[in-house]
């Protein structure tokens, strides 16, 4: 909470991770204290508007009746919903009120509402506060998107609402095969860099890691760190630098394996070989301090040219807004292939959707806040979201041709360069938090206490296992 | 030999002994002295410089903040961070939240602390070591772990996000010590005051009222400043409870670290700001505080 | 008297009563009865007997943060401690005298309230600031005021000194307080007892150990608890202060911060609740002993 409290993560790198894992099955993310989230057994449904269905409504909204919404207030701030989404929505449907709140606290403030029958309409559950939305889905509070996606889009003639999203975004959202959650902004993680630092000093960005380990002596000898991470709280960007690795050697196969809790999915080849590869970096180039600053500190440390690697995710730039100096230009690069024999080419990324929007079932108007979903994923939205939070969204293709950051046409980019070859990752450090803690604390020791590759893996596998013959965590399994 | 009451005349012999203000002289050396006074000094440095710190890094602009070489005075002092500090959204309500919060949790603590107090100092009865023990049991453990079932409970009689709410369990947390305190300071007044009144034609309550409290006056003021302090610095429990609308100042300065990354001027700015009640609470009753501490303590 | 009092007993405490009856006990046995579960905060709760202890008694977290609330346990109240009466001796007899009018140290008012200003501090600030004061790099507050050369110490991500940091920390905050309620309980000890010592020709150490303490013991032995309380608790500076919360690798953790993580974290509030339990054992024991084994006969003075 703090930062300092008792909060020491960042709202929106937590939201992602556990967004990521909204698509496969209840996720058991950050457990409020609710006791229940009100059951089959509520018969305490309101009136609700409906209107007719046609063309130019294909949700039958009723126009007339208000629409509330809650938007989250974190690192994506709420603007895009008051000043695009709604003016968006309001072009088309000026009779139809949107009432706006925003909250840092999703879960303390909506679901009492839930509970009491009554929740808003339209709610964007997120924040390290955010509500178990594999209960909320299967206590059927979540309304059906079907008719959402299946709907024409708002401003793109002949295509659905799906289709003019990227694959596996409707996906992400569903459960049981029906989809019920909208994963709206889309992260692009990578090794992010100055490009204008880079450019002066003539280097090139490494495909391989023999050029990955010169490009460092030589960053090392300009005495510049080459690579590095904050070990006090944000040692999962990290892990997730290693398994990238580890999947490009491997497959997605590989993380799948681990998500599965498989006996020896750590201690699996290509594990082995991320984990040692890595190591030897950390062993070499890594700066020892780094392991008590957080993430904004050595962020910081990067603006000011005294680190030139970071691992993150395509967030960095808008975080760092504020701190970033003309000298510095956001750009990122995809993990260098760690092996001549990787089952996966250089260019492959990791990207995965995230910021969870959906419609209660229970409220006034379930289809007004679908529609105004369905405004959200208009090209036009989707570009105005962009434009002011520098994060992609899912609506594929929205943000091309635009230049609106260096950092996101470099992820957009890279998105293009990869094609298909874009994984989601891993979904073990939203289902078992005990194996995400970890495998943060390993990182830590991998990278910063001399590089051993082999107990990397043997404490990792470990407890792996002892997750796995817990009886008391729930399990999911991912295929 | 002489009678040393307090305030009483000088007398001057080296040999003597002699109190006055609960300050003794012994025997003195230079030596000591200066040895006192430096360790004095010292000491006072360890203590204030950290604060020294944080009022110098909330008056300095930002770009001297995030300097990775610290200076030891801002060279361009500035009221910025406290501007950004006092103009931030969410900072105004809830200092007016957790002003009411704690009000009414001190209050009440003091209202149900003295009459409690009273109940276990002035009568015997059965059940009284049981309440006593109680007591201090509730003391023991950090609120950490009671802090679920706590809310749960709060959350079935809908006091979930509310003040009052927080208020109650601020009121419970605070209410122990209260209690021992007070329990200390009615018992040192002798039971012979109450006696006569009563035999004057008081009755029971108007005894307590116009004889007991008054005396206890010392006792409820410092039991209120750190009740005050708990009350007011208190950001764990009011975070799981309640909505951003209805933090306080605490919670907010802290929650507004991270989402931000750390802006240290604004930061310390809002440490300050958040400080200020309780310094001035404090340094308007600092002298009875000592009175308040030791009649509780020495007593037992 | 004894007639008419009982109404005004249970009116006085009714309120108390009940107010800890729903608040405290109820909530101790909930707490107790949810160690029995494996409840995830929400859902069904399912019954498990005795399993999370068993699984604590497994654990080498536990264990490990067991050790660091013993390391607190023990040093906190004892360093506190004696600092604090030897600053509450100096400023109540160190200082020179002055014609026959006595004072403490020089300045001993002002120093009475610049020693509480720690406690003012909340002590989530008092984390935040420390933990620049401990920076690891040249950035931090000790380490800039080290020589250039020096390379920079490592303090919170080092996993042999964090925990004296944090021990640091607990002192420095609490030492003002019991400054001041030292000294002000030397203050109140009357001046026969001095009077008698002096002319049995005492010198200062004798008067120090010989009856200020011993006067003092109830307060002494009072403080002792509290510190120890506070040595049990640590939740704030650990949760801000360390690298990963309770790291470098679990050389901060400590059971206050464990029974938060499994609540709020990882969902398992039956094993924090577990942790919670022995927690309230533990610190009953301790609460329960120092007052046993420190009881002497109280003076009436």
Redesign the interface.
Known sequence: ???????????RRTLLRRAAAVGLMATPAVGM???CVGGGDDDKTQQQSTGTKSAENPLGIDPKAGVEIIIFN??LGTAYSTDVDTPLFNKKWPDAKVTFSQ???IS??VQ?RINAGTPPDMINNSGSNLMDFGAIVKAGQAADLTDLFAAPSWDVSGKTVADTLVPGAVEQGSYDGKPFAMNYSFTVFGLWYNKKLFDSKGWTVPTTWADFTALCDKIHAAGITPFGFAGANASYYMVRALLTSAAKIGTEQALKDIDNLKPGAWTADPIKKAAAAWGEIGNKYINKTFLGL????V??QQN?DKLAFYPCGSWLEN??A??TPPTFEYAVAAYPSVTTSDQLPATAINAAAGEIYFAAAKGKNPQGGKEYIRAMLSKEAALGFTKLTKSLTVVSGAADGQTISPGLTSANDLLGKAGKDVFMGYLFDTWYKKLDDESRAAANDLMFKGGDADKFCQRMEAASQAVAKDSSVTKFTRS | MVA?T?GAP???TRSR????????????SRA??IA??T??IV??I???F??Y??LNTAFKPADEV?A???TFWPKHPTFDNFLSAVKAPLFLQDMLNGLIITLLAVAGSLV??F??A???AR?K?YGRRG?IL?????????F??????????L?SV?L??SLIGVS??Y??LI?PYT?WTLRGFISGIPRELDEAA?IDGCS??QVFWRIILPLTGPGLVATSVFGF?QA??E??II???????KQNL??W???N??????A?GP?MAG?II??IP??IF??II?RN???G??AG???? | ?RH???P??I???V???A??C???????I??FQ?AMTSWS?FGAIKYIGFENFQKLWNDDLFWKSLRHNLFLLILLPIVTIAIALV?AF????????R??????????KA????????????????A???G??FGPD??G?LN?LFPDSWSPWLFMADERWAMTCILVVLI?QA??FYV??F??????IS??I??AA?LDGA??FT?FFRITIP??W??IQ?AWVYLG?AA??A??IVN?MTVDRGGPNGATSVL?LM??RN?FEFSQ?GY??A???V??FL??TF?ALTLRVTRRE?IE?
């Open positions: 909470m703090t930062e300092i409290f008792a909060k020491a993560e960042v709202d204290l609710s006791a974190g690192g909250t840092e606290q303390t403030v009492p957080k993430h904004t500190e962020q910081l000011q975080e760092q504020k701190d | 040393t307090p000088a007398v001057r002994r002699r109190v006055d203000e609960g300050v003794i002289t012994v025997g003195r000591a002295t006192a006074n360790t004095g000491f006072s360890l203590m204030l950290p604060i710190w944080v995030l990775l070489t610290p149900v602390g009459l409690a009273l109940a276990i009568f009865f309440i109680v007591i201090l049991a509730v003391q023991l453990v950090p950490i772990a009671l802090l679920i079932p706590l809310f749960l409970m959350q809908s979930t996000n109650i369990t009121l419970v209410l209690v009563l029971r309550g302090i007011w610095n950001f764990i975070n799981t409870l309640n909505s951003p609308e605490m919670a300065l802290l929650q670290q991270t989402t931000r990354g750390t240290w930061l440490a958040t400080s309780v310094v404090f340094l600092q505080i000592a009175t501490l030791t303590a020495v007593k037992g | 008297m008419g009092k009982y005004f007993i009116g006085f405490l309120v108390p009563v107010l800890y729903t608040f405290v006990v109820a909530a101790y909930q707490s949810l905060g600053f100096l400023l109540n007899v160190g200082g020179s005298q014609g026959g009018v006595t004072r403490g140290v020089r300045g001993s120093y009475r309230i610049i020693f509480f200003f720690p406690q003012l501090l909340a002590l989530a600030i008092v935040v600031i420390f620049r004061v040249k950035s507050m800039g420095w030492i003002g001041v309620l000294s002000a309980g030397m203050g109140s001046s026969d001095y009077e002096a010198s200062r008067l006067l003092l109830g307060t009072v309380i049990f608790d939740f704030a801000i206050s029974i938060y609540t509030v924090a609740s942790i919670g339990v927690l309230f610190t009953l609460a109280s003075a």
